[in-house]
């Protein structure tokens, strides 16, 4: 039984550390002409309307893209690209609706790419369904996202990626995740995989990156932002994303943005980003 609901989290922290992630890493695939496919496995409701009852009860995207709406003019042009993704969904400049990972990678789609999305929980699919409904670039799954990666992959345009975003609603997520990027990078090594975790806890995530290593898969970058404290009580206390074949110099990019974003969204004196090669690139 599903019960996470994105809406109540859409444009928090943790989101605005994973999309500004996702446009670096589709603009990257912009680079070359030849069409690229972006999976995106769990793809939530596609877009969030931030007046809503879920939305309104803890107001996290006030601490998240509310922090970086008005520095527009401030800010780096990677964060003002990610800026600019959101303002796209609210024409008059009051922040109203927050487009979630589906509706960024849709924006960012050249005439010949391609967008294909899973989501298992009902309500959420049904959303996600209406919101592409005719958009021929865009396919929309009701489906596990992790048998998806067997069904859908590898691509026929062999380059693009997959996103990797579960709620971590279960105790085995982390474990589901070293099985699901093993599978994933025997299909398809050449492909971008990004899987964001949450930093809750701080051991389980230590321990699944060592378990990440020893698969000895090469090119895995380790981004993380920190806002509070490691070792603070319950809570989400960061965020990170692990990147497989990650493009060139994104390592460079985000020594800049990691630090950039812990200054736009700092809580207090605490914080702390963390930049790591968990295996080299060959
Ligand atoms: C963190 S939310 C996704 C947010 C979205 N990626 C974004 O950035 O806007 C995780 C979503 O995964 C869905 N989900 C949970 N388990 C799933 C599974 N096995 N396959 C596909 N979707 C799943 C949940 O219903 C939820 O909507």
Redesign the pocket.
């Known amino acids: 039984m599903?019960s996470?609901r994105?809406a109540f989290h859409a444009g928090n922290f943790a989101?605005v550390f994973?999309?500004v992630l996702l446009v670096q890493l589709i603009r990257a695939l912009h680079r070359k002409d030849k069409p690229f496919c972006v999976l995106?496995?769990?793809?939530?409701a596609g877009r969030y309307n931030l007046h809503s009852p879920p939305a309104q009860k803890n107001r996290e995207f006030a601490g998240g893209i509310g922090q970086l709406w008005t520095e527009a003019g401030r800010l780096s042009p990677e964060l003002a690209d990610y800026v600019a993704q959101v303002r796209a969904f609210n024409p008059d400049s009051q922040l109203r609706v927050y487009p979630?990972?589906?509706r960024i990678a849709r924006a960012l789609l050249r005439p010949g790419d391609r967008l294909m999305l899973?989501?298992?929980?009902p309500t959420?699919h049904a959303a996600l369904k209406a919101e592409f409904a005719n958009d021929r670039q865009v396919a929309v799954h009701h489906t596990?996202?992790?048998a998806a990666l067997k069904a859908l992959l590898p691509p026929p345009e062999r380059r693009g990626l997959v996103?990797l975003?579960?709620?971590y609603?279960l105790k085995d997520e982390f474990d589901r995740l070293l099985t699901a990027v093993q599978t994933l990078h025997r299909r398809w090594a050449t492909g971008v995989i990004a899987v964001w975790y949450p930093i809750l806890d701080r051991a389980p995530s230590l321990r699944w990156q060592q378990s990440l290593q020893k698969l000895a898969i090469p090119a895995m970058l380790c981004a993380e932002l920190g806002l509070y404290p490691y070792d603070a009580p319950l809570g989400l206390h960061g965020t990170g994303m692990i990147l497989i074949n990650p493009p060139w110099k994104l390592d460079e990019t985000l020594g800049r943005l990691l630090p950039e974003l812990r200054q736009c969204l700092r809580v207090g004196d605490h914080g702390q980003t963390r930049l790591e090669w968990l295996t080299p690139a060959p």
């Open positions: 599903l996470y994105h989101d994973k999309h995106d496995t769990h793809a939530g979630g990972s589906p899973t989501e298992l929980h959420e596990d996202g992790y996103l975003d579960p709620a609603e």
